[in-house]
């Protein structure tokens, strides 16, 4: 949880961005705005504070892009220049009220800034979001809770400009009929509910990042403006963090990386959001699934395979046509004709691409009748959903339309849960440490018993009861976490697992949730002691969520550098000489009858070209061999990024192969024990 000086450090940068974003306005109108004909060259539209910056969309006249006219990242230092001017001179930002009356004279000239007052006049609310880039929340334009009265403007200025200005101002409210079309005020102004800085001065270190085309208000019916991303930070070295960070970023971009490495393709004749595992991602993909698989074996689950499509009835039954249509595929109709034509049997059959393996998997559990001594059973499906994503959504790994998620539904009785529950906490905790994700946090999202979303399934009792274990375990694990209350879906409490990568972006990795819907609707039943029968708890849990999008956080956070266990390729041979490829090829053999994924790199290349080729290649380890290693059957080792090392003796494989495809924490420790087993 944030402390309070944490939110009032949040704030004084909420405040500090919006600032500069009112001094990027000001550098853009002193540089751009007007040409020597007095005609405007730019024209402010408006622009928010977001989570790690600010924008700003300015219109560029079209009597300028006629000339040829636009702003380039190019401009940034001319313009970053200009920023810099005006915040070192003394100028204060002040918060002013006026009436709609003025307020439409000051901003005479800006259809931009009317149109905003139009949408504030009719009290319209004005709710700007905008999705950043990364996928990151988005801040809204604060415009909402001013009164259509009473506008907040902020000056910016010097302090004696500011003054005549609202002097200005306070003459013009008072005419009670004052019909001036426009007036010019001394300092910058624009239509703001901020917060800001009280003097520019307070901006410590900032810069512009980058150059966007968007519709004024998001609509594509409107004019293309130019947006102008920056961001601003209380210290330089804040700001230099920042932007390695986000290098680091793009560097890492899993999309970037699933392409060099040849990891994944979306080919657009396969289909959209429709990723395609390559060689090398499904290689690490089985190994990953592999793990998983006996993990959760280990933990007492049992696995199913049911199919990607399921009848409309299943659809109907479970709800999903009702409540979760929108996200759903079209239906596949199937008949069958006789020879003349006709429709055989009563109607067709209705199926759906499954959007969830739960209706399935259920009826899996319902194909005999359990006892309470059967409890719990935990039933794992690596099963493939489609949903529908919108073209402009998708997002290479990250958000696709067919996936595959590492599920399994438990079916336990309430005196079961909370061990269920910590079960699966521990699972987690092995997993995460295995893959090496060491950051991150739970988000416990649960009911508002107040709101009538709440009151459609389960009883009120079972919901606080699961809702209790939930928080109780968290609590015991000592792990940090935040509730959100009324968060939880209408069918049943949820806790989500973040994961935080090496840079700090977060992803939502693991989903542990209870239904109390679906063991209605479906039937989903026990019998318990006494021969009656009993509501199961159900609990939905992917602790990989899907194969897809944990990948895009996988790729991301080790950027391609993968721990020996998974690598795609984990050993590279590399024979200096024709004559050593005999050699070579004979220990390929040994390792690949070991399950080591090996390659042999027989170019006749010169070997610091093979290494360079290996090290690009990012495989984990370079087994060299010359003439010196012929000689004494030794190999020569290179470990990705360090200095070959010589081995003293010959790979024994399957001493290799504990090293490379055993879980455990296995991470960078493995190369470590690698080359202390090769030492020996
Ligand atoms: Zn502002
Ligand atoms: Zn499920």
């Not at 001094?23 to 928010?48: C, F, H, R, W």
């Not at 004559?579 to 220990?587: G, I, K, S, V």
Request: glycine content about 6%.
């Amino acid at each position: 949880m944030p402390n309070n000086q944490e939110i009032t450090q949040e704030t004084q940068l909420f405040a500090m961005r919006h600032s500069a974003e009112h001094v990027l306005t000001m550098a853009m109108e002193q540089l751009y705005g007007s040409d020597e004909k007095n005609n405007p060259i730019i024209i402010k539209a408006m622009g928010p504070a977001i989570a790690d910056g600010f924008y700003f969309d300015f219109d560029i006249a079209t009597s300028a892009t006629a000339k040829g006219f636009k702003i380039t990242e190019k401009d940034f230092p001319k313009i970053e220049k200009a920023m810099r001017k005006l915040i070192q001179q003394d100028l204060l930002m002040e918060k002013i009220d006026v009436s709609m009356k003025v307020a439409r004279q000051i901003f005479a000239n800006n259809i931009y800034k009317q149109e905003l007052l139009d949408g504030l006049a009719n009290a319209q609310d004005f709710e700007i979001s905008e999705s950043v880039s990364d996928g990151k929340s988005m801040i809204k334009q604060q415009m909402l809770e001013q009164k259509p009265s009473k506008l907040t403007l902020y000056l910016t200025g010097r302090a004696e400009q500011i003054a005549a200005d609202k002097k200005l101002l306070a003459g013009l409210e008072m005419m009670s009929n004052n019909d001036q079309a426009s007036i010019k005020l001394a300092s910058f102004v624009d239509l703001c509910k901020g917060p800001h800085v009280a003097k520019i001065s307070e901006i410590k270190a900032f810069k512009l990042l980058s150059i966007a085309g968007a519709y004024w208000r998001g609509d594509e019916k409107n004019k293309m403006l130019t947006r102008i991303y920056g961001t601003a930070f209380a210290s330089q070295a804040a700001l230099d963090d920042y932007l390695a960070k986000k290098q680091m970023a793009e560097e890492r971009n899993h999309r970037k990386i699933g392409k060099e490495m040849e990891l994944f393709a979306i080919i657009p004749e396969i289909g959209q959001g429709l990723p395609v595992w390559l060689p090398n991602g499904y290689a690490m993909r089985r190994v990953i699934e592999d793990y998983m698989m006996k993990m959760e074996r280990r933990f007492g689950y049992v696995h199913i395979l049911t199919p990607h499509l399921n009848r409309k009835e299943l659809f109907e039954k479970s709800g999903h046509l009702g409540f979760y249509a929108e996200n759903m595929y079209p239906p596949l109709v199937y008949e069958e004709k006789d020879a003349s034509g006709k429709v055989i049997g009563q109607e067709a059959e209705v199926y759906y691409p499954k959007p969830m393996n739960c209706p399935a998997g259920i009826m899996v559990y319902k194909l005999k009748n359990h006892s309470y001594r059967d409890l719990p059973i935990k039933m794992g499906e690596f099963g493939t959903v489609y949903r529908r994503e919108k073209s402009g959504e998708l997002h290479g790994l990250q958000r696709v339309r067919g996936f595959t998620q590492n599920d399994a539904h438990i079916y336990c009785t309430p005196e079961q849960l909370k061990d269920q529950f910590k079960e699966v906490m521990s699972m987690l905790d092995i997993f995460y440490k295995d893959i090496g994700f060491n950051n991150y946090h739970f988000r416990l999202s649960i009911s508002d018993p107040d709101k009538a979303k709440f009151q459609s399934c389960g009883k009120r009792s079972d919901w606080e009861k699961a809702e209790n274990i939930m928080r109780e375990i968290l609590n015991e694990a000592g792990v940090q976490y935040v509730e959100a209350k009324g968060e939880a879906a209408f069918y049943g409490p949820k806790l989500d697992v973040q994961a935080v990568n090496v840079f700090g972006k977060e992803d939502s990795i693991s989903t542990i949730q209870v239904d109390f819907n679906l063991p209605e609707r479906l039937d989903v039943f026990y019998i318990d002691e006494k021969g009656v029968k009993q509501r199961p708890f159900v609990i939905h849990r992917a602790l990989i969520g899907s194969f897809e999008r944990f990948f895009a956080f996988l790729i991301e956070h080790y950027g391609g550098d993968f721990p020996v266990w998974f690598a795609p390729v984990q050993v590279r041979i590399l024979p200096i000489a024709d004559r050593h490829l005999n050699y070579a090829r004979q220990l390929m053999d040994q390792l690949l009858d070991e399950g080591v994924r090996v390659e042999i790199d027989d170019r006749s290349e010169r070997l610091q070209a093979k290494i360079r080729s290996s090290e690009v290649s990012r495989v984990p380890i370079m087994l060299i061999i010359g003439d010196n290693e012929l000689a004494a059957k030794q190999v020569g080792m290179r470990v990705r990024g360090q200095a070959r090392v010589r081995a003293e003796a010959l790979i024994k494989a399957h001493q290799l192969e504990g090293v490379m495809t055993k879980s455990g924490d296995l991470g960078l420790q493995s190369l470590e024990v690698l080359e202390k087993f090769l030492k020996k």
